[in-house]
């Protein structure tokens, strides 16, 4: 064998490695469930690569995770006959952190103060890492599916790894044993007792069997059978199996809305999506994929085949499909009328199912539109043919709303008498928009007028004709004409947009004194207590649009 090398970590591991350690992350038992879910992973990447090359399988075709605990040395192995790594594999997975968002992570950990840093760390999902939340040294022996040689990696967390070859007798025949030597405060970990709650609170749902042996040489006992969850019947499957297996996916929330059907007819597929509660740290990462896994009669295949559109990257969960072959490549699942189906149908049950909350339960709606309203409009810009089931979706900030929230049909409920429009005002929070004078002359009359804070707001309004025949328009273009609109009689004589004289001659000296600086200036009725306010062309871009399309953003 050769002798270890020492490596160092890249430099943000080492970071989140101190972060973790040192978080008030109370929940520790997370490092087990990351553990079994690589194992798991690992059986299905091997049954996939096993489609081309069945002899990977050898004499071993069933998969299967085993815990061993070990109290009498305080150690933990996690051993799975999944694909396995070569020694350079682990230098690559384990000695990097492959996800984009690390960096941007680590900072956000570090400015957040106490709770919520703790919170981002469970949002992020730390993956391997995690294993040194409750180990002083991590041990890695693997052999890779139809290789001969083992190797071992070997840490302590503390900013170096090695890597070396291994002892064949001292090996798994095919894949990965992870064993932890637990810290002192963390030696419940090697008790048979805490590793079954463990693993039947988290990890019941994973599609291998678990097996725990008690103590080195004790015959195993199965802790889960590795069925998959969502070819279960509905009938059989608890609130709670459901969020199980949907933390199993990597979420630290409560579910609000769980998708799930099996497509009969032309297209036979089953689908299970979980819509979350809470946001991930990540949801404006362009760089984001969506979290939809592909299986082929249960065979993993992928987790970026596109299954929804992207507005409804926020949604968790896997569609089974049995048309299919097993040997679908890249190319084909992009250009796959069948996957295209799919898609169609699954963003039909997932967009229904997010109606009927909005129908049944409007608080827990409010909250699914608190964390991804942002993300669901920008599908009124993309989405032609949904965008008036999602204008019906969407929850608006308005004039009127209060601290709630108002639809779309609720403000054509309310139009005043001749008012032929939508209004907006685009930009800021709502608490700011709420002081800007273009309101002056719409809170005059009652109009009531949708606040919109997003960035892509000022995009869709741009783009939509409009929603049940009236036009979307921004308070900051042109004459909205407000002067058909009647205001209530006591306010009737708070202003008037006249030309006297004394106007007159104020506009020409503004006129004279601004030049080119503006297209026109003229008497409006859109102000009552404000002297005077800047406003967009009627057409073209309104002005927050104007300001973010010459690039200042808000
Ligand atoms: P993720 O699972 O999200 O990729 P992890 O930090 O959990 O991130 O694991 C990093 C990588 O290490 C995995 O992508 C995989 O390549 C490798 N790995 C971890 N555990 C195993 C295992 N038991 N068998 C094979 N590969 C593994
Ligand atoms: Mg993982």
């Given amino acids: 064998a050769t002798s270890p090398e020492s490596r160092p970590f890249e430099a943000d591991v080492a970071k989140l490695l101190h972060l973790m350690v040192h978080s008030v992350y109370?929940?520790?038992?997370?490092?087990?469930?990351?553990?079994?879910?690589?194992?798991?992973?690992?059986?299905?990447?091997?049954?996939?690569?096993?489609?081309?090359?069945?002899?990977?399988?050898?004499?071993?075709?069933?998969?299967?995770?085993t815990l061993t605990a070990d109290a009498a040395n305080r150690r933990l192995s996690i051993e799975d006959n999944g694909v396995g790594m070569s020694g350079e594999e682990m230098v690559e997975a384990l000695g990097t952190i492959a996800r984009s968002g690390t960096k941007a992570f680590i900072e956000r950990v570090e400015a957040a103060q106490g709770k919520e840093g703790a919170h981002l760390i469970g949002q992020f999902g730390v993956g391997f890492y995690s294993a040194f939340m409750v180990a002083e040294r991590v041990e890695v022996v693997s052999r890779r599916a139809g290789a001969d040689e083992p190797s071992i990696w070997?840490?302590?967390?503390?900013?170096?790894?090695?890597?070396?070859?291994?002892?064949?007798?001292?090996?798994?025949?095919?894949?990965?044993?992870?064993?932890?030597?637990?810290?002192?405060?963390?030696?419940?970990?090697?008790?048979a007792w805490t590793l079954e709650r463990a693993v039947k609170a988290q990890s019941g749902h994973v599609p291998a069997p678990v097996y725990l042996v008690e103590a080195p040489g004790v015959e195993p006992r199965a802790l889960s059978d590795?069925?998959?969850?969502?070819?279960?019947?509905?009938?059989?499957?608890?609130?709670?199996?459901?969020?199980?297996?949907?933390?199993?996916?990597?979420?630290?929330?409560?579910?609000?809305?769980?998708?799930?059907f099996r497509a009969?007819?032309?297209?036979?597929?089953?689908?299970?999506?979980?819509?979350?509660?809470?946001?991930?740290?990540?949801?404006?990462?362009?760089?984001?994929?969506?979290?939809?896994?592909?299986?082929?009669?249960?065979?993993?295949?992928?987790?970026?085949?596109?299954l929804l559109p992207r507005y409804l990257r926020?949604?968790?969960?896997?569609?089974?499909?049995?048309?299919?072959?097993?040997?679908?490549?890249?190319?084909?699942?992009?250009?796959?009328?069948?996957?295209?189906?799919?898609?169609k149908g699954v963003t039909n049950r997932v967009l229904g199912d997010l109606e009927k909350l909005a129908d049944n339960d409007a608080e827990s709606f409010a909250k699914v539109w608190e964390a991804f309203g942002a993300v669901v409009k920008e599908g009124i810009?993309?989405?032609?043919?949904?965008?008036?089931?999602?204008?019906?979706?969407?929850?608006?900030?308005?004039?009127?709303?209060?601290?709630?929230?108002?639809?779309?049909?609720q403000y054509?409920?309310?139009?005043?008498?001749?008012?032929?429009?939508?209004?907006?005002?685009a930009g800021a929070e709502p608490e700011r928009l709420k002081a800007s004078p273009h309101l002056e002359g719409f809170r005059a009359r009652g109009v009531e007028v949708l606040l919109l804070s997003d960035a892509i707001d000022s995009f869709w309004t741009s783009s939509v004709q409009g929603f049940e025949g009236k036009p979307f328009k921004s308070v900051t273009q042109g004459a909205a004409d407000l002067s058909l609109i009647a205001k209530p009689e006591a306010a009737e004589d708070a202003s008037a947009a006249e030309a006297t004289p004394a106007v007159?001659?104020?506009?020409?000296?503004?006129?004279?004194?601004?030049?080119?600086?503006?297209?026109?200036?003229?008497?409006?009725?859109?102000?009552?207590?404000?002297?005077?306010?800047?406003v967009a062309p009627d057409h073209g871009p309104d002005r927050q649009l104007e300001k973010i399309l010459a690039g200042s953003g808000r």
């Fill in 26 to 65: 109370s929940d520790k038992d997370v490092f087990l469930r990351e553990l079994v879910s690589n194992a798991a992973d690992a059986c299905e990447k091997l049954r996939f690569e096993a489609i081309s090359r069945p002899e990977l399988l050898a004499d071993d075709p069933k998969p299967r995770i």
């Fill in 154 to 191: 070997s840490s302590d967390g503390q900013g170096t790894f090695t890597v070396a070859t291994a002892d064949p007798a001292d090996a798994p025949a095919r894949g990965t044993r992870v064993t932890l030597h637990l810290l002192e405060d963390a030696a419940s970990y090697a008790e």
């Fill in 226 to 260: 590795g069925a998959a969850l969502w070819l279960k019947p509905k009938a059989d499957i608890s609130k709670e199996d459901y969020a199980e297996f949907y933390r199993g996916l990597g979420a630290f929330d409560e579910p609000a809305v769980t998708t799930h």
């Fill in 264 to 306: 009969e007819g032309r297209h036979e597929y089953v689908a299970l999506a979980f819509t979350p509660s809470a946001a991930p740290y990540d949801l404006f990462d362009t760089e984001r994929s969506g979290r939809m896994k592909l299986y082929v009669k249960r065979v993993f295949i992928t987790d970026d085949a596109e």
């Fill in 314 to 343: 926020f949604v968790r969960g896997l569609v089974d499909s049995s048309d299919l072959p097993l040997n679908v490549s890249r190319e084909m699942i992009q250009e796959s009328p069948v996957l295209a189906a799919i898609r």
């Fill in 381 to 409: 810009y993309e989405d032609f043919e949904r965008r008036d089931q999602l204008l019906g979706l969407a929850r608006f900030r308005t004039t009127a709303s209060g601290e709630g929230f108002r639809t779309l049909k």
């Fill in 412 to 425: 054509l409920a309310d139009l005043k008498d001749n008012q032929t429009a939508i209004y907006y005002l």
């Fill in 504 to 534: 007159t001659a104020f506009i020409d000296f503004a006129k004279a004194t601004l030049g080119e600086k503006v297209s026109d200036v003229r008497a409006s009725d859109r102000l009552t207590e404000s002297p005077v306010c800047l």
